[in-house]
């Protein structure tokens, strides 16, 4: 099983161009059920639908939120495909098994008021200019232009030299999409490659191959990594003096959508900013403009005194 698993996951990445983190859930998700196979005296060949669905109920036992049971049941779909195409079972036997769905939970959401806070810190919680120049870029970037973590800590340089009004971002799936960036974001961007030009220049001098990622490390990935980050920020917040457990990359992502959103923007322009492949991923922000309809209403209708 384990072979399969692998075969597999050389397809995804080779065929569809599946993203590091997508196939590394995978990898996990699909682990797991094949030691629940094994424990059956079953493996992915043998089992059916009934099987399948036992293992969901055994995930659902086990206390797994109905975010990774859906995760799940979308691998062994993957995986069961996969066996089809390449003639290695007659069926797909978990193509009509529904999933348990995802939360609709609200995103915890940051004001405008804390977003400024937090962009403040970047300019004064680094100890030395450079961690100043990197984090101020970090954060400026993030907020304008609503990236994922993933996808702002990988950015090539290239992405940004020549003072551009616009970024190519490369995101899930290898789908490309252009985020403009804002005067501050643009200005955080400049500063930050002059910087970082300097510091490659004298690494070479060193005989240190020079870098072609904007944030750059000497970590195997040879960028800054999304849990390096992750830590950063919960730092910012505390200096901040915004609740570090509401403070995460994901939370100013959210921002982003929900402020522009309540600024007047239509939910199918931030579905092309954010790089959602459906609208319904994108709908999670309507709360705002509920909210903002409410607030009108109640404000300029003449029967909101009675």
């Not at 569809?16 to 079953?42: C, I, P, S, V």
């Not at 959401?109 to 961690?131: C, F, H, I």
């Not at 510091?199 to 944030?215: K, T, V």
């Not at 609208?279 to 009108?296: G, P």
Request: include cysteine.
């Amino acid at each position: 099983m384990e072979r399969l698993i692998q075969s597999f996951l050389q397809a995804q990445a080779a065929e569809l161009d599946a993203a590091t983190n997508t196939q590394l859930a995978y990898a996990r998700d699909l682990k797991d059920f094949a030691e629940w196979l094994r424990g059956k005296g079953m493996d992915f060949a043998a089992a059916g639908r009934d099987d399948i669905e036992s293992y969901l109920i055994f995930c659902d036992a086990q206390g797994l939120a109905r975010a990774t049971r859906a995760r799940r049941l979308s691998a062994i779909r993957q995986l069961y495909r996969f066996m089809f195409e390449e003639g290695l079972r007659s069926d797909n036997p978990a193509i009509r098994i529904k999933g348990p769905g995802r939360d609709r939970r609200l995103p915890k959401n940051l004001s405008q008021k804390e977003v400024d806070l937090l962009l403040e810190a970047a300019q004064t919680a680094p100890k030395t200019p450079a961690e100043k120049l990197r984090m101020v870029c970090l954060m400026q970037l993030l907020y304008a232009t609503g990236m994922r973590v993933s996808e702002l800590v990988g950015l090539p340089v290239s992405a940004g030299r020549g003072d551009p009004n616009m970024l190519l971002v490369r995101g899930k799936g290898g789908k490309e999409r252009m985020v403009p960036l804002s005067p501050p974001a643009r200005a955080a961007l400049a500063e930050w490659i002059v910087h970082r030009d300097e510091a490659q220049e004298e690494a070479r001098a060193q005989g240190i191959a020079p870098s072609r990622y904007l944030f750059p490390s000497r970590g195997k990935e040879g960028h800054l990594t999304r849990n390096w980050f992750y830590g950063r920020i919960k730092q910012l917040a505390v200096a901040a003096g915004v609740p570090p457990d509401r403070v995460t990359p994901h939370s100013l992502r959210h921002a982003f959508a929900t402020h522009l959103l309540a600024g007047g923007a239509d939910l199918r322009s931030i579905q092309t900013l954010l790089g959602h492949a459906d609208i319904s991923t994108t709908e999670i922000y309507t709360h705002v403009l509920e909210e903002r309809l409410k607030e009108l209403v109640l404000r300029h209708h003449p029967l909101a005194d009675d």
